[in-house]
């Protein structure tokens, strides 16, 4: 194993650094001019009018995929292969899924297949690529890991920053095959990259099946008969009939968010009720596995309050677009190319934060946490969606409105941004038992797919005649008010997880120094 020296940063980040870069970019290059493929090309079949909304449901439900399975490369890593070989290997099936995406530009059932092996491999290593490096630290350096995640995040973002520059303008001049193959070749370089360096890294065997972990722990705590009953049980089985529920309206809401559903409504509701029988998993597993849970618990009660953060991000590359496409612009430029402004933003605001204003505020007084930026930058994302819907409301009374307007939304979002997402993988890495790291980054990265989910249910509760009827007697548009619940939505998630953070203790998960 390669040593890390008090200090000093570990020789391997490098080689994750440009793997990554390359990586996002080519992530970014074919989800950025996704949306317009579909409006432009693919979809072309569907229905003017209904061709919008076909598009933001497959665009969301492809980044639902993307951020479900973490889940599964979580696993892999934590029982039987490692990060490192995981991470590898689906990154492979990744470069599969980018040249079915070139090839297939004119076959729905090859493009989708495309997209889906891009959701399996981006989405199982997602969580590992950040969990491994974070394995490059041990306790004697960890004051260094901070600064790594955010040139980590930085790295995304200026991978992000050129594919959204360049990716809609090779779509434009010289078609899909170009566009979603070049993506592709930078993938295999990331893939090169990471596997350059491995003699290097810290390797961290998968952890053996844990008999006191934490699903062993849920199942004793929710089986295991007591004098006081069994309501928690009896709170999992209503959350697994819900779930039966969802899955029986498959027609009405779509595969993806059926499915997505009933897994969210069985983990809500088997975790509360495990939660009201955990005591009883004691005797079994003892009191380190059980206060282990319990902890884990508190963390997903946090990761459940980001999602609503979610919703309101991934949107930019949907209903931002669209409302990018009705609005006044150079003829040279394509609406597509405006996000580029949010990872240029992050490049800005990372060092900005880090050296100007995070030591101002300390200054001043102000003790900043990990939390209180994170339940700040919910709060922003929010306000973006107010200025965005404002904007909605000039253009819905037909007022010609520049695409310039959408930069201080940018702005505000990305504030949000910097402050949930780059301080989030820091925080999910150092409060998760080693044993569980992937996993809980997988939790972490699934409440992304949970925030796209709301999206997809807010999309399908609008399609329903009597509630666009009532919207309509509001006076806005269906676009206009879908904005204002977003954000509202935003703000009243910020306001609960400030509250629930105030109780929240932190963990320190870091590995021993190896110097001892």
């Known amino acids: 194993m390669a040593k890390s020296n008090t200090g000093q940063w570990p020789r391997q980040i490098p080689y994750i650094i ?82 079915f995406l070139a090839v297939f530009e004119d076959s729905k059932t090859g493009f989708y297949t495309g997209l889906f092996l891009i959701a399996l491999g981006s989405g199982g290593i997602k969580p590992l690529v950040s969990s491994f490096m974070g394995d490059q630290f041990d306790k004697s350096n960890k004051s260094l890991a901070q600064k790594a995640f955010d040139m980590f995040y930085f790295t995304i973002n200026f991978g992000s920053f050129f594919a959204s520059l360049t990716m809609p303008l090779l779509l434009k001049h010289f078609g899909p095959a170009v566009a979603f193959g070049i993506p592709g070749i930078l993938m295999f370089i990331a893939t090169v990259f990471f596997w350059a360096g491995r003699h290097r890294y810290v390797h961290m065997p998968a952890e053996p099946k844990d008999p006191n972990g934490f699903l062993p722990v849920l199942k004793t705590a929710l089986l295991t008969p007591a004098a006081e009953g069994r309501s928690g049980l009896f709170i999992a089985a209503i959350g697994c009939v819900l779930a039966l529920v969802a899955l029986g309206n498959m027609p009405t809401l779509g595969l993806v968010t059926a499915l997505c559903l009933a897994l969210v409504l069985v983990m809500g509701f088997v975790g509360v009720g495990a939660s009201m029988q955990l005591e009883r998993a004691r005797r079994t597993h003892g009191d380190e596995a059980v206060e282990g849970v319990r902890s884990v618990m508190r963390i997903l009660v946090l990761f459940a309050l980001v999602t609503p953060f979610w919703s309101l991000f991934d949107q930019k590359a949907s209903t931002w677009i669209l409302q990018a ?25 990372i060092p900005f934060n880090n050296f100007v ?90 409440s992304v797919t949970v925030g796209n989910l709301w999206v997809l249910l807010a999309n399908a509760s609008v399609k329903s005649e009597g509630f666009s009827s009532w919207i309509a007697g509001t006076g806005m548009s269906v676009t206009a008010f879908q904005m204002f619940f977003f954000a509202g939505f935003a703000l009243l998630a910020a306001a609960i997880f400030a509250l629930y953070a105030r109780s929240y203790t932190m963990q320190d998960h870091y590995r021993a120094s190896e110097n001892g």
């Open 18 to 99: 440009a793997s990554e870069a390359c990586e996002r970019f080519s992530f970014y290059g074919m989800r950025n001019i996704l949306t317009p493929f579909l409006m432009t090309a693919l979809l072309l079949s569907v229905p003017e009018h209904l061709r919008a909304g076909e598009a933001k449901d497959v665009f969301h439900s492809f980044v639902i995929g993307v951020y479900f399975f973490p889940l599964l490369g979580g696993w892999l890593a934590d029982r039987f292969f490692g990060k490192y070989h995981t991470i590898l290997w689906l990154s492979l099936l990744y470069c599969v899924g980018h040249a």
């Open 325 to 349: 496409n009705e609005m006044t612009k150079p003829e040279w430029f394509e609406p597509a190319m405006m996000q580029a402004l949010n990872p240029l933003l992050v490049m800005l605001l």
């Open 357 to 446: 204003l995070y030591p101002a505020l300390e200054r001043g007084g102000v003790k900043l946490t990990a939390l209180r930026k994170m339940a700040a930058g919910i709060a922003f994302s929010g306000l973006s969606w107010i200025v965005i819907g404002s904007i909605q409301l000039v253009m819905d009374g037909g007022s010609a409105v520049s695409i310039m307007w959408q930069i201080l939304p940018y702005a505000l979002l990305t504030f949000g941004e910097v402050l949930v997402s780059a301080t989030g993988l820091e925080f999910a890495y150092s409060q998760a038992p080693r044993a569980m790291k992937g996993t809980i980054m997988s939790f972490w990265t699934l």
